[in-house]
């Protein structure tokens, strides 16, 4: 069983805890939300981390911002979103999930992305169905003026979720996923790691992604493309 697919376990032996701390959500001070949920998926997976991978940096948006951190590009790091898609996590809705990337001394190992009520996960090492589809999947980040710019002739999705999203775009469920106004290192390390593994083009700020590191030191601009 690789390091992925025990993670993977452990979230499922804890999901019905998890899941009864949906109306537990505190507004962050950029207007988001986080709630005991996301604390609890942290815990249970960087406790594993610490025990299995004690030299690793734990890197996770609970942990933002990082400051006076050196970061290294041949270090060893953990990247966690423990719910990506809180707004929907904490809105009843099952389109949320969680990500996982490790990275030791600055080479990709392995990456995850798990959406535990969906019953889906997409681990390194592991095939995926493939499906021929002709939807772009949007960012919910959006603005009204960047919706009435999209061309027409094709079926647009918007879900709040860059593991759904990115993983929808990896299976070839989704034509097409970008986010144009930038997100973080660990709402997206994942996908763009698991899309070069199934021969789904990645690119990071207009260049294509080779499996490097990003760091949580800015936001990035991401393109999945069959």
């Not at 109306?23 to 962050?28: L, P, Y």
């Not at 991978?53 to 951190?69: G, Y």
């Not at 392995?110 to 002709?134: D, K, Q, T, W």
Request: charged share 25%; aromatic share 10%.
């Amino acid at each position: 069983m690789t390091f992925c697919q025990k993670i993977v376990e452990i979230i499922k032996d804890n999901l019905t805890e998890i899941t009864s701390l949906k109306n537990t959500k505190i507004k962050k001070l950029d207007d988001s939300y986080v709630s005991k949920g996301d604390l609890l998926v942290q815990s249970l997976v960087f406790d594993f981390c610490k025990d299995n991978l004690p030299e690793h940096v734990l890197i996770s948006e609970e942990f933002a911002p990082f400051n006076d951190i050196e970061w290294n590009e041949k270090g060893s790091y953990i990247v966690l979103d423990p719910i990506d898609g809180t707004e929907n996590f904490v809105s009843g809705l099952r389109e949320w999930g969680v990500g996982i990337s490790i990275y030791t001394h600055g080479v990709h190992q392995e990456s995850c992305i798990f959406l535990p009520e969906l019953n889906e996960v997409a681990i390194s090492g592991h095939s995926l169905e493939r499906f021929e589809s002709r939807i772009h999947g949007l960012s919910s980040s959006l603005t009204k003026s960047d919706l009435e710019k999209l061309p027409e002739g094709f079926e647009y999705r918007i879900i709040g979720c860059s593991m759904y999203n990115m993983l929808n775009a990896v299976k070839g469920s989704y034509a097409r996923f970008e986010n144009v106004r930038g997100v973080h290192c660990w709402d997206v390390l994942p996908g763009l790691n698991l899309a070069l593994e199934h021969n789904v083009n990645a690119y990071v700020d207009g260049k294509p992604y080779k499996g490097e590191m990003l760091f949580p030191t800015r936001k990035y601009k991401i393109l999945l493309e069959a």
